[in-house]
Each structure stands twice: as structure tokens, then as C-alpha cells.
T-cell receptor, first 111, second 114 residues
Framework: QQQVKQSPQSLIVQKGGISIINCAYE??????FPWYQQFPGKGPALLIA?????SEKKEGRFTISFNKSAKQFSLHIMDSQPGDSATYFC??????????FGQGTELSVKP | DAMVIQNPRYQVTQFGKPVTLSCSQT?????MYWYQQKSSQAPKLLFH???????NEADTPDNFQSRRPNTSFCFLDIRSPGLGDAAMYLC?????????????FGSGTQLSVL
């Protein structure tokens, strides 16, 4: 019940296209859903986050869509650029503030 | 810039030889975390400190220990590294223990065990 399932495992998108990464959770007590971006050889960095009281949050080219009833949330990257190539982790905040990470999606944006 | 700094960037140790990884932060955050990340996997929380209070994850092996001598520094000690302990070790901080809104990660230490 503490798991966060992320898909796809890898994604290849053409420059200018839309990248979509999906996550699903089971624990309805989760109340905070961040996305982290990790470049090779670096630690993850917070990209964007959402709380379940809103259905969508947009920051620049990055949008989180949140479906509370389905217990799913997704990251959309509009106008994807080669510089967006990285591994993306969704996460959910569980009991005691602990972040539960998804398995990660390796995104490659082709020029 | 305030940040989380991990040293060394790469660490090579021998099977069974104790090794210590270090982390320092200039953010003055109360909480410091150690994560283990194996290739193509999600970061796995090993333990965290809230101030001086140590919180171990239930599935963290006894082989892993940690010290936090002051607010700025935290160490990860692996008493007898095995081949399966080869991984990236990430230190992170947060301002709060609960209602964590952002983890600040260091660049990690890549540990190899020969």
C-alpha cells in the first residue's frame, strides 16, 4: 500500500513533442506528490509538486495532472527539448513525511 | 550558494573494508537523510536524522550506520561492505521532518566495492 508505480520505464520523444509519464498510488493518506528530475551523475532535484486539493498545476512547460478518484497523477512536458533528457521520479509523501519514490522513467529527447 | 555537498565523488573500497562517506550542508536544515540508489532504481531511504534524533528504516541492514556530530555534517559508515552495497549514496536535507515540501540532494558518492 506504500508503493508508487511509475510508467513507462523509458521514453523516447522527438524534440518539440509531448512527454507523458504516469504514476499510480494506493494509499489514500498520501497528501503531497512531487516530481524529481535527475541528470546522470547528479542527485535528484525537485521539479514540480502538487497537493490533492487541485487537479492540475503548471510551471512553464511542465504540468502535473492529478486524478484523486483514480489515484493517479502524471507529468506532462510540453515542447520537449534535448536538455530535458533525464530520469524522472514521481513520489508521494507518506506517513511521517517520508517520501515514497516511483521506479523512475528515463526520458530521451531526440533532436 | 547554499547547498548539500558530498565527498568524495567516487569511492572505491575493498570487500569487507570499512568505508565512510561524508555529507555537509550550508542550508541549516534540521533533517538529513541518506539514500541508497542502485543503477536504474529509485532512491531507497536508509535512515534520517531530525536534529540529533536518529531514525532507522526497518529494512536497513545493520551494516549501515550513521553519525551526525553537528547540524552541518552527517556521515554514512558501512562497516563491512559487500558487493551488493555498490551503489550511489545520496545525502539529502529538508527543513521539516513532517510535511516535507522539498528534499535538497547532494550530487552523491558513487561507491564501488572490489
Amino acid at each position: 500500500q506504500q508503493q508508487v508505480k511509475q510508467s513507462p520505464q523509458s521514453l523516447i520523444v522527438q524534440k518539440g513533442g509531448i512527454s507523458i509519464i504516469n504514476c499510480a498510488y494506493e494509499n489514500t493518506a498520501f497528501d503531497y506528490f512531487p516530481w524529481y528530475q535527475q541528470f546522470p551523475g547528479k542527485g535528484p532535484a525537485l521539479l514540480i509538486a502538487i497537493r490533492p486539493d487541485v487537479s492540475e498545476k503548471k510551471e512553464g512547460r511542465f504540468t502535473i495532472s492529478f486524478n484523486k478518484s483514480a489515484k493517479q497523477f502524471s507529468l506532462h512536458i510540453m515542447d520537449s527539448q534535448p536538455g530535458d533528457s533525464a530520469t524522472y521520479f514521481c513520489a508521494a509523501q507518506g506517513q511521517g513525511g517520508k517520501l515514497i519514490f516511483g521506479q523512475g522513467t528515463e526520458l530521451s529527447v531526440k533532436p | 550558494d547554499a547547498m548539500v555537498i558530498q565527498n568524495p565523488r567516487y569511492q572505491v573500497t575493498q570487500f569487507g573494508k570499512p568505508v565512510t562517506l561524508s555529507c555537509s550542508q550550508t542550508l541549516n536544515h534540521n533533517v538529513m537523510y541518506w539514500y541508497q540508489q542502485k543503477s536504474s532504481q529509485a532512491p531507497k531511504l536508509l535512515f534520517h536524522y531530525y536534529d540529533k534524533d536518529f531514525n532507522n528504516e526497518a529494512d536497513t541492514p545493520d551494516n549501515f550506520q550513521s553519525r551526525r556530530p553537528n547540524t552541518s555534517f552527517c556521515f554514512l559508515d558501512i562497516r563491512s561492505p559487500g558487493l551488493g552495497d555498490a551503489a550511489m549514496y545520496l545525502c539529502a536535507t529538508s527543513r521539516k521532518q513532517f510535511l516535507v515540501e522539498k528534499l535538497f540532494f547532494g550530487s552523491g558518492t558513487q561507491l564501488s566495492v572490489l
